[in-house]
T-cell receptor, first 114, second 114 residues
Framework: AQKVTQAQTEISVVEKEDVTLDCVYE???????LFWYKQPPSGELVFLIR??????QNEISGRYSWNFQKSTSSFNFTITASQVVDSAVYFC???????????FGPGTSLSVIP | DADVTQTPRNRITKTGKRIMLECSQT?????MYWYRQDPGLGLRLIYY???????NKGEISDGYSVSRQAQAKFSLSLESAIPNQTALYFC?????????????FGDGTRLSIL
């Protein structure tokens, strides 16, 4: 069965600090996709990144970076120089295909304090 | 206009009432999904539909029913609402033709059952 674990329930950091959100997944599939979503206080889900299991390259997008390691079944998300606007719940998710139903982790609530 | 529209956005109702949440999409996608979000649990799949004639139960379908009235419409019903169905509900769509794209989510419906 597929499962996504986000062990950090809540994290608080002071503005400009770096923060890493952990994600560990379980799947028996050899091909799969991993996602990160952001849910700001307004409630909508904002897609951040998709990564397929064949692509282990790390990715950087502005202040965001993602570290995918198949050996440890982890897909961690780092925010550099955090800002108050980064305060949100972040979900890691897993899917058998890019377009199929998604298994979500429980989420990590990030608070960035000014 | 939003690609995936959920109505209503907010609803407060009483135990035992019948409730219908509606989802419509303009993306022309075949696949539609209903998820429920509870604090600390992430999003969980209730029902999904691969086309108008194909309806499938998800992880937590008990107490819910769905109707796929057309390719663009997918409704979720609570026949007799109970307080533990208080949650944030999301509709999503996807398409096998967009293999490179993740699911597209609506903005959510906040449902409170008193």
């Amino acid at each position: 069965a597929q499962k996504v674990t986000q062990a950090q329930t809540e994290i608080s950091v002071v503005e400009k600090e770096d923060v890493t959100l952990d994600c560990v997944y379980e799947t028996r599939d050899t091909t799969y996709y991993l996602f990160w979503y952001k849910q700001p206080p307004s409630g909508e889900l904002v897609f951040l990144i998709r990564r397929n299991s064949f692509d282990e390259q790390n990715e950087i997008s502005g202040r965001y970076s993602w570290n995918f390691q198949k050996s440890t079944s982890s897909f961690n998300f780092t925010i550099t120089a955090s800002q108050v606007v980064d305060s949100a719940v972040y979900f890691c998710a897993l899917s058998e295909t890019s377009y199929d139903k998604v298994i979500f982790g429980p989420g990590t609530s990030l608070s960035v304090i000014p | 206009d939003a690609d995936v529209t959920q109505t209503p956005r907010n609803r407060i109702t009483k135990t035992g009432k019948r409730i219908m949440l509606e989802c419509s999409q303009t993306k022309g996608h075949d696949r539609m999904y209903w998820y429920r979000q509870d604090p600390g649990l992430g999003l969980r799949l209730i029902y999904y539909s691969f086309d108008v004639k194909d309806i499938n139960k998800g992880e937590i379908s008990d107490g819910y029913s769905v109707s796929r009235q057309a390719q663009a419409k997918f409704s979720l019903s609570l026949e007799s609402a109970i307080p533990n169905q208080t949650a944030l509900y999301f509709c999503a769509t996807s398409d096998t033709g967009e293999w490179d794209q993740p699911q597209h989510f609506g903005d959510g419906t906040r449902l409170s059952i008193l």
